[in-house]
């Protein structure tokens, strides 16, 4: 029996987690995440668990959202990997709207679990232009 998800079902995983994250329901999205989770993000910035990665965050921008453009799921070594494209849109520390600043995020799932995180943006060129 195969226990590995469909690609259908990882991209869904991995969108609820974004979404929840996003939503700021840290405990419901952190039961998407495997014991001994790295979440990785530009600058080296690492965390094993979204309480520092959200801290981390709060000195960057008021609120971010992800616009989805599309997903790309493999696999390896028994894991699926979903790589996430799109943009990101909000609001700034100045109150000012921000939009079309892109991402790829990459997400390792395995026994239906996030076991890795690395997010790629551009949000460093918005902040320091």
Not at 2 to 8: A, F, G, H, L, V
Not at 41 to 59: C, H, M
Request: net charge negative; hydrophobic share 40%.
């Amino acid at each position: 029996m195969n226990s590995e998800p469909s690609t259908d079902a990882a991209i869904e995983l991995v969108t609820n987690f974004l979404r929840m994250v996003e939503a700021r329901s840290l405990e419901e999205a952190s039961k998407y995440l495997a014991p001994g989770i790295h979440i990785t993000f530009p600058g080296g910035r690492t965390f094993t668990n979204l309480a520092e990665q959200v801290a981390s965050s709060a000195g960057r921008f008021q609120n971010v959202r992800k616009v989805f453009d599309h997903f790309d799921v493999s696999k390896s070594d028994g894991s699926q990997v979903v790589y996430c494209f799109g943009t990101l849109e909000g609001q700034g520390l100045d109150g000012q709207p921000f939009g079309g600043v892109r991402f790829i995020d990459r997400f390792v799932v395995r026994d239906g679990l996030i076991t890795d995180q690395k997010v790629w943006n551009d949000m460093g060129e918005l902040l320091n232009p």
